[in-house]
């Protein structure tokens, strides 16, 4: 599903975020990224939304090689991932329904579809209630509620997770990794970088471990694990 092969990133002469990662990840796996700030685990996420292109090396999604793809087919391509970051990134000015919607009507599917399957979601998320409220008015759990139920909506192949537990409160922050872990159990490929420890040695999954832009661990059912 997701390959990374012989890849470094470069940000000028002298700033190496990721050197070396060769890294294959298969369909319907949870990995989380971990590793002390700054060891590259936005930079990989990054590559992954084709924001960046590696310096050197190749990275594949679904057998494509994002650096092939053309610029006016990027956001095509963007549209089979769903991206959930810490501070949410929902539009302000739009109500749950609204925000969630959109992610629906970029694919150009007809109001009357969008309508029934934003219900059915916002359901199944437990944020139908809040449905006209404005992201201001909502807690940081729904506001992240929200910003999965947008992800997902369009049915990724793969969801990638930047720190999504941040700012949240542990109780929240479960409850937002319970959400991954059942979208995860739909078949979906879910990658998130985390500095969550206690979320990740619970969770049991893959744990891949970054340093200084290289992976030093790579463990089936790992703990958090920075040295
Ligand atoms: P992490 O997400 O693990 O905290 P990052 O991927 O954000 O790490 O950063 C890895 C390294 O690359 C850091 O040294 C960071 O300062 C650098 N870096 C990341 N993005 C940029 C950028 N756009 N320009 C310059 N340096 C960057």
């Given at each position: 599903?997701?390959?990374?092969?012989?890849?470094?990133?470069?940000?000028?002469?002298?700033?190496?975020?990721?050197?070396?990662?060769?890294?294959?990840?298969?369909?319907?796996?949870?990995?989380?990224?971990?590793g002390?700030?700054?060891a590259?685990?936005?930079?990989?996420?990054?590559?992954?939304?084709?924001?960046?292109?590696?310096?050197?090396?190749?990275?594949?999604?679904?057998?494509?090689?994002?650096?092939?793809?053309?610029?006016?087919?990027?956001?095509?391509?963007?549209?089979?991932?769903?991206?959930?970051?810490?501070?949410?990134?929902?539009?302000?000015?739009?109500?749950?329904?609204?925000?969630?919607?959109?992610?629906?009507?970029?694919?150009?599917?007809?109001?009357?579809?969008?309508?029934?399957?934003?219900?059915?979601?916002?359901?199944?998320?437990?944020?139908?209630?809040?449905?006209?409220?404005?992201?201001?008015?909502?807690?940081?759990?729904?506001?992240?509620?929200?910003?999965?139920?947008?992800?997902?909506?369009?049915?990724?192949?793969?969801?990638?997770?930047?720190?999504?537990?941040?700012?949240?409160?542990?109780?929240?922050?479960?409850?937002?990794?319970?959400?991954?872990?059942?979208?995860?159990?739909?078949?979906?490929?879910?990658?998130?970088?985390?500095?969550?420890?206690?979320?990740?040695?619970?969770?049991?999954?893959?744990?891949?471990s970054l340093k200084e832009?290289k992976?030093i661990?790579?463990?089936?059912?790992?703990?958090?694990?920075?040295?």
């Amino acid at each position: 599903m997701i390959s990374f092969k012989n890849v470094a990133k470069k940000f000028g002469p002298s700033i190496i975020a990721l050197e070396d990662i060769n890294l294959e990840i298969q369909e319907g796996e949870f990995v989380f990224l971990v590793g002390p700030s700054g060891a590259g685990k936005s930079t990989l996420l990054r590559l992954l939304s084709r924001e960046y292109l590696p310096t050197s090396g190749k990275v594949l999604v679904a057998g494509e090689d994002l650096a092939k793809i053309k610029s006016s087919q990027i956001p095509l391509y963007r549209r089979k991932i769903g991206f959930v970051f810490q501070d949410f990134k929902l539009l302000e000015d739009r109500t749950v329904f609204e925000n969630v919607a959109l992610s629906l009507q970029v694919r150009g599917i007809i109001d009357h579809e969008i309508d029934k399957e934003v219900e059915k979601t916002l359901k199944l998320f437990e944020i139908w209630e809040r449905r006209n409220l404005f992201p201001r008015q909502l807690s940081g759990g729904e506001a992240q509620r929200t910003a999965i139920a947008r992800a997902v909506i369009g049915k990724p192949k793969v969801v990638l997770a930047d720190e999504p537990t941040g700012d949240l409160d542990p109780q929240t922050a479960w409850s937002v990794i319970q959400l991954l872990g059942e979208i995860n159990s739909w078949g979906t490929t879910v990658v998130m970088a985390t500095h969550n420890k206690e979320i990740v040695d619970t969770q049991k999954r893959r744990v891949v471990s970054l340093k200084e832009g290289k992976i030093i661990k790579d463990n089936k059912e790992g703990k958090y694990e920075i040295h």
